[in-house]
């Protein structure tokens, strides 16, 4: 028979801090993952990973930039065992007419769409500078990797998303220069 | 907008807009939490076997759990020596150093620390730990026919030496087991009121001369602590002076006793709640705090504090150890033999983090680190005696001598359930995988443990 001890600290401070930044934990989830069950998943996967060393996370300078950089190794470590699964969008797919680049991205939801054509290491450090505003180095040392390292995912993940968009939309030409 | 800045800018709005505009579903924080809380308890899931099926389930279990233990032994005994010894306990006694031929180098990945005041961190292994094995005596689960599969697992070491074992037993009970071994059972959870399916045990217990304060849990499968009692060493009465029904919403943290009185702390699913202090000798339950996100009392260095909002509440200032991080996000005792503290801290951050021992000592200047992980590894601290400190790492015990730096695990492949130590006066005592399954009690007196060299 197996004894379930009371919570301790831990399970209090692990309870206070989900609940207190699961939404954040959701859509950085959504923007790396493209819906809402993988991202719900995901962070379920990112936090039943963490609780067991929970102190770690508590021992951290910035508990949510630790348990961030930990869902990223989270989706980008799954998404290498399932490279074949294909990602499933759960909104409409974005149909775009002939406007210019800039507006189709800041269309609602198109650059999202965009994202999930970018390899997983680009679509992570894209969403780490422009939904999180993080700089190279830190960028870096969330994807173990050198700085110039993250500022290449992040060009030709630009890159890619414009190729992406001029695919979709043969009569869109997104601004030179992006490579 | 036809410029890079101008996508930058466009890409920012537009997965802040559209990362914003799509919610999680319902609960779904509240799931995350569930599905991670539950692997570190009790399984939810209960097989039903008709009850004519029980005599036959039951000896089928215990067959399976000899020969598991059998080779389980075997192989243990055979890895130790080569070939299989004399019961632990009858071996010959312990030289004065278990030193191995040749030294077995650092873990790979583990990284060298400095020699300090003397203090010699991990840097070697010992090949045969059994002259450190052979210092400690079995206690219990002796017979050779008979199966006790709940054995006596260490709720907490008095100052006397004296085991406060738990047994998984129905009904439960709580033992106290001497340093010469002989076991009084203080209690019996025969008073609980039970329904079809549930059972009660003690969880949790401390000592002092006069009393011993206990934990009833209660439950059907996953057990919570549901009754909070004191045995009167003097008298031999029992007192329960807090109860709760099975069902609960309330959580009971692990109490503490503290200068002739318990202290606990009560909270709801939420983390809000009070801290109680109950004397005994009076009868008198005081709310001595309330607060959220409350942690259960902790004793560092003689003294009694708690965590509420994240901040460290001071009941009875203690002697804190120096370099220790009491104001640091999480507050936890340090292990500590009176003289020694060591505790845990992390070192690096992801993919790269460490846990780090630190040992602190009233005659050195900071806290020296004795024992580093290699990344992603894992060491809990357990027991400090003298210049040995013991820790658990994922499945076993580790020792450090701190005079040599030579480290040993006397009790290797034990699992990782039962697997704990805890000193009190001069008796170390460990749990470890019994020979008849449950929780194997050995008890060492500290003053016959061999040093440890490579």
Known sequence: VGVNEAPVAGDLSFVEFVRANYLGLFRTALLLTGGVASAEDLVQDTLVKLYPSWWRVEAADSRMAYVRRSLTNTFLTSRRRSAATELVMEMLPHAPTGRDAGDVVADRGFAMQLLTRLSQRQRAAVVMRYFHDMDDAQIADALGCRRATARSLISRGLAAMRAESNRMDNAVALPGGLT | ?454
């Open chain 2, 1 to 454: 907008m036809s410029d890079l800045h101008d996508l930058e800018q466009h890409l920012r709005a537009d997965l802040a807009a559209t990362a914003t505009r799509i919610s999680p579903s319902p609960g779904a924080p509240e799931r995350a939490i569930e599905r991670a809380l539950t692997p570190a308890r009790a399984p939810r899931e209960r097989i039903h076997v008709p009850r004519w099926l029980l005599p036959l389930t039951a000896a089928a279990t215990v067959l399976i759990l000899a020969s598991a233990t059998v080779l389980l032994i075997d192989a243990r005994r055979t890895s130790r020596s080569g070939a299989p010894p004399g019961p632990v306990g009858t071996s010959p006694a312990p030289t004065s150093s278990t030193s191995a031929p040749t030294p077995h180098p650092t873990p790979s990945g583990q990284p060298t620390l400095p020699v300090v005041d003397g203090v010699h961190p991990a840097s070697c292994r010992v090949a045969d730990p059994s002259g450190f094995t052979n210092a400690f005596r079995t206690v219990g689960n002796a017979s050779p026919t008979s199966y006790n599969l709940a054995g006596s697992p260490i709720l907490s070491v008095t100052s006397d030496g004296d085991v406060l074992a738990g047994p998984r037993t129905t009904p439960g009970r709580l033992d106290l087991i001497s340093p010469a071994g002989s076991v009084t059972t203080l209690y019996k959870t025969t008073d609980v009121p039970l329904e079809l399916d549930e059972s009660a045990m003690i969880t949790a217990a401390q000592a002092d001369s006069r009393w011993v304060e206990f934990a009833v849990s209660i439950g059907n499968g996953q057990l919570d602590v549901r009754r909070l009692a004191v045995f009167d060493r003097a008298s031999g009465a029992v007192t329960a002076f807090r109860s709760l029904p099975v069902n609960s919403p309330i959580i009971i943290l692990p109490p503490v006793l503290f200068q002739d009185a318990v202290y606990w702390t009560e909270v709801d699913s939420g983390g809000s709640g009070s801290v109680f202090r109950y004397d005994p000798a009076t009868g008198r339950t005081d709310t001595i705090g309330s607060g959220t996100l409350l942690s259960s009392p902790t004793l560092i260095g003689g003294g009694l504090y708690w965590q509420r909002g994240g901040q460290v509440v001071t009941y009875r200032p203690g002697r804190i150890p120096a370099g220790y991080p009491l104001g640091g996000p999480k507050i936890g005792s340090p292990v500590t033999d009176g003289t020694t503290s060591v505790w845990a801290t992390t070192v690096g951050s992801p993919p790269d983090a460490r846990v780090e021992l630190m040992l602190s000592r009233p005659d050195l200047k900071a806290p020296i680190a004795i024992y580093q992980t290699p990344a992603d590894g894992f060491a809990d601290p357990r027991a400090v005696v003298g210049p040995f400190v013991i820790w658990k790492d994922a499945t076993s015990l580790v020792v450090l001598d701190t005079r040599t730096g030579a480290t040993a695990t006397p009790f290797p492949a034990s699992g990782p359930e039962f697997t704990t130590a805890a000193v009190g006066g001069t008796v170390l005592a460990i749990n470890e995988i019994g020979s008849k399954g449950g929780a194997q009690l050995l008890l060492a007196q500290t003053n016959t443990l061999p040093e440890l060299r490579c």
